[in-house]
């Protein structure tokens, strides 16, 4: 399959010294769905902002789609690439969720007629059409979410990153995102805690242990490997726990 993205011995260190990212090497083709997990400072964030070209990598190379990650093909890699924030409020700043959502598509110069058709498009498929004039700091939780979403659909990109996308969710609106997800037919790359989501989003995953990687593979067999997963202070997702009382998976168990 087409490779989208490619990363070769990438190396990331910060100015007090310290080396986030050790030699990470993998490829994602076009389409796929990969979970990035790991404990907290194994460097899934620095290397979700180097993918972005919000950080530069300090040795190494990434390419999306064939394109080379460097300041001069930056504009056309972000325009590529479309990045969910773990804090919606960091994404939605202006006065109604329209504005928010057509602020990407009006920066890259669209008309007003193919802004208006983005925006509409995009709020319908994550189901916050009726949201459309309400004021972002008004809607809960969940409905920031879906419009935050929605902001990025905007754009079209063929890449959608995820960074903790179903932090501080209640449980309903954890699964409406699960869901919504499921339903988008992109490259997804979504960095979290949350192994349950992975398993239900992602058929391939990535651990990160202290910058590098250690496990890269089928989800559900890498999440079943209670001593990897140990390892890297990670625990088997509850879904694939037997179940305390008759010491058999719980296929019940709702996530």
């Known amino acids: ?95 109604t969720v329209y504005d928010d959502v057509a602020f990407g598509p009006r920066n890259y110069k669209a008309s007003e007629e193919e802004v208006d058709k983005r925006v509409k498009e995009a709020l319908e498929t994550v189901g916050a059409g009726h949201l459309i004039q309400r004021p972002p700091y008004k809607l809960s939780g969940g409905e920031k979410g879906r419009v935050a979403i929605a902001t990025v659909l905007a ?34 790359i979504i960095t979290t805690h949350d192994l349950d989501m992975v398993l239900d989003l992602c058929e391939r995953t990535i651990v990160l242990k202290d910058g590098k990687i250690v496990a890269d593979g089928n989800t559900e067999e890498i999440l079943r490997d209670s001593q990897l997963l140990d390892s890297c202070e990670l625990e088997i997702p509850l879904s694939l726990q037997s179940c305390p009382i008759c010491n058999k998976r719980d296929n019940n168990i709702e996530i």
């Open 155 to 188: 754009m079209k990109p063929e890449i959608v990153i995820m960074d903790e996308p179903t932090a501080a969710l209640d449980p309903k609106s954890r699964r409406r995102l699960i869901n919504l997800l499921k339903g988008l037919d992109y490259t997804k």
């Open 1 to 95: 399959m087409e490779k989208i993205i490619e990363v070769n011995n990438l190396k990331y260190k910060y100015s007090d010294g310290r080396l986030a990212l050790k030699g990470i090497d993998f490829s994602i083709s076009k389409g796929e769905s990969v979970g990035i997990v790991g404990n907290n400072g194994a460097g899934k964030s620095t290397l979700l902002l180097n993918i972005m070209g919000a950080l530069f990598p300090t040795e190494g190379e990434i390419r999306v789609k064939a394109m080379d990650l460097n300041k001069r093909n930056l504009s056309k890699i972000r325009e590529a690439i479309g990045m969910i924030f773990q804090n919606p409020d960091d994404q939605l700043f202006m006065p």
